[in-house]
């Protein structure tokens, strides 16, 4: 809950309070202060740093915590790129772009993402690992290369819906406060549309994968839960 409430704070008020030309209940803004050009770098650097201090804080490296650092740096990289117009547009999805390449890409190879994410997930023991791989490696291969799909269309989704959106409320030149402003009502609404995007896809692969485990798979869906599950069929 409490890693909830940072991210909402961090990377939706934060963005969106900086963006603003006057702060709620005062006669100034941080533009005002630092102009609009660097207001805009702190409310996309805020963000990412944020996100790789839990990153760090973590001190678990693997191919998820890799692939989630680099699209966090992409992020903040890209926010120097001073552009408008599509191309800021475009640029403003480069996480949920770089999600959708990175699924895809692991399909093509035949190493589909989510098998990474859910072994992870499970940090399996000496003792169920041997069964949890041969279900995955086995019947299970194929509910890894749904759920896999099912985070690239997840990927594609949002980064489609975020670029036609900024697209369309950002219209200001860069630098201004007007695109600032803009900006700041395109992020109010592009944000709950991202984290119902993660709920649907997430509930999607659940779903999924509670129909391939019937009833061997059961909420509350713990770790613990999931290695029995898969274990049970591995046998």
Same mark, same amino acid.
């Given at each position: 809950m409490l890693s909830l409430i940072g991210n909402?704070?961090?990377t939706v008020l934060f963005p969106v309070l900086v963006l603003q030309p006057k702060l709620p209940g005062v006669n100034w803004g941080v533009m005002q202060v630092l102009t609009p050009t660097f207001a805009f770098m702190l409310s996309a650097l805020i963000p990412c740093l944020y996100l790789l201090v839990l990153q760090l804080r973590n001190r678990r490296a693997?191919? @998820?915590?890799?692939l989630f650092t680099l699209s966090t740096l992409i992020n903040a990289l890209a926010s120097f790129w001073w552009i408008d117009g599509w191309t800021f547009a475009l640029k403003d999805s480069s996480g949920s772009l770089f999600l959708a390449?990175?699924?895809l890409v692991s399909l093509l190879l035949g190493k589909p993402l989510f098998g990474v994410v859910l072994r992870e997930y499970l940090q399996l023991d000496r003792q169920s690992k041997h069964a949890v791989e041969a279900f995955l490696q086995g019947p299970g291969q194929k509910? @890894?290369?749904l759920s896999t799909r099912v985070l690239c269309l997840k990927g594609l989704t949002v980064a489609t819906l975020n670029t036609l959106v900024k697209h369309q409320l950002v219209t200001a030149p860069f630098g201004t406060p007007e695109f600032n402003a803009q900006l700041a009502g395109a992020v109010a609404w592009m944000v709950p549309v991202a984290y119902l995007a993660t709920t649907v896809a997430y509930s999607v692969i659940v779903l999924i994968w509670k129909v391939g485990l019937g009833a061997k798979l059961h909420f509350p869906f713990t770790p613990r839960v999931w290695t029995e599950a898969l274990a049970s069929r591995g046998l």
């Amino acid at each position: 809950m409490l890693s909830l409430i940072g991210n909402l704070l961090f990377t939706v008020l934060f963005p969106v309070l900086v963006l603003q030309p006057k702060l709620p209940g005062v006669n100034w803004g941080v533009m005002q202060v630092l102009t609009p050009t660097f207001a805009f770098m702190l409310s996309a650097l805020i963000p990412c740093l944020y996100l790789l201090v839990l990153q760090l804080r973590n001190r678990r490296a693997s191919a @998820v915590w890799l692939l989630f650092t680099l699209s966090t740096l992409i992020n903040a990289l890209a926010s120097f790129w001073w552009i408008d117009g599509w191309t800021f547009a475009l640029k403003d999805s480069s996480g949920s772009l770089f999600l959708a390449t990175s699924t895809l890409v692991s399909l093509l190879l035949g190493k589909p993402l989510f098998g990474v994410v859910l072994r992870e997930y499970l940090q399996l023991d000496r003792q169920s690992k041997h069964a949890v791989e041969a279900f995955l490696q086995g019947p299970g291969q194929k509910l @890894v290369v749904l759920s896999t799909r099912v985070l690239c269309l997840k990927g594609l989704t949002v980064a489609t819906l975020n670029t036609l959106v900024k697209h369309q409320l950002v219209t200001a030149p860069f630098g201004t406060p007007e695109f600032n402003a803009q900006l700041a009502g395109a992020v109010a609404w592009m944000v709950p549309v991202a984290y119902l995007a993660t709920t649907v896809a997430y509930s999607v692969i659940v779903l999924i994968w509670k129909v391939g485990l019937g009833a061997k798979l059961h909420f509350p869906f713990t770790p613990r839960v999931w290695t029995e599950a898969l274990a049970s069929r591995g046998l």
